[in-house]
């Protein structure tokens, strides 16, 4: 009986909502899979909370969100992790949708993005397949490997991060192996993303202008680091 109650709170702990998780609300299961750019409730809570509220160590809260972020994203069997950041998934044989890596997504602030090849354009390893941009900059993310795009999902333009998926392409077996990060890799990568924002946060704020003494508010990653180290960090983590 025992087994079974840890058991169950453990399953318990694992669904809680990132917002729940940090403490900001009593009590919020997920139903998304933690797919929080997608999710409404996410947004709201995001519109009402107060963008220079601090936790009791003194840091930004958008430290804790990104850090509850990626201590819950697991590692998917039904996706394909490959190198750059990418992600596909196959829908038929040498078809596939092609996404961005949770952990790089819960890093990316303010954020807007551009495809840089059209639908019926064969891509090959190394080319620029798209990039994100904000007021921090420019980031962007190559091909690990040769494939075609038959479509892309949806308008980036309009919500970049309203889906995991921006395109469908075609890729033979070979190449997706050759572009494939396996789970060593994504495992060192998942836990070097959470170092990071560990170490920001016990390092706050020595890391970079705090704004907390009547300049702007700390409401994205890039205003409490800096532009450049902000960039940085997100060039770190694509391998």
Request: hydrophobic share 35%.
């Amino acid at each position: 009986m025992n087994n079974q109650n840890e058991s169950a709170g453990s399953n318990y702990n694992m669904l809680k909502c990132i917002w729940m998780s940090s403490g900001i609300i009593e009590y919020k299961l997920c139903d998304k899979e933690f797919d929080c750019e997608s999710c409404t409730f996410d947004k709201v809570i995001r519109n009402f909370s107060s963008d220079d509220k601090q936790n009791s160590a003194g840091v930004p809260n958008i430290v804790n969100i990104i850090l509850n972020k990626l201590e819950n994203i697991k590692y998917d069997t039904q996706i394909i992790y490959l190198r750059n950041n990418l992600i596909a998934r196959r829908i038929l044989p040498n078809t596939y949708y092609l996404g961005v890596n949770p952990v790089l997504v819960s890093y990316l602030d303010n954020v807007g993005m551009m495809m840089e090849c059209s639908a019926g354009k064969n891509i090959s390893s190394g080319q620029t397949v798209m990039n994100f941009f904000g007021e921090w900059g420019t980031v962007s993310l190559s091909a690990p490997m040769n494939f075609s795009i038959y479509d892309k999902v949806n308008n980036p333009a309009d919500d970049p991060m309203k889906s995991k998926w921006f395109a469908i392409i075609g890729a033979i077996q070979q190449e997706i192996t050759s572009g494939r990060l396996d789970y060593d890799g994504w495992d060192l990568m998942h836990k070097k993303s959470i170092k990071i924002m560990s170490d920001i946060k016990t390092n706050y704020p020595a890391v970079g202008p705090t704004m907390n003494d009547g300049g702007s508010n700390v409401k994205y990653l890039h205003q409490l680091l800096g532009n450049d180290k902000y960039l940085e960090i997100l060039k770190s983590l694509i391998l």
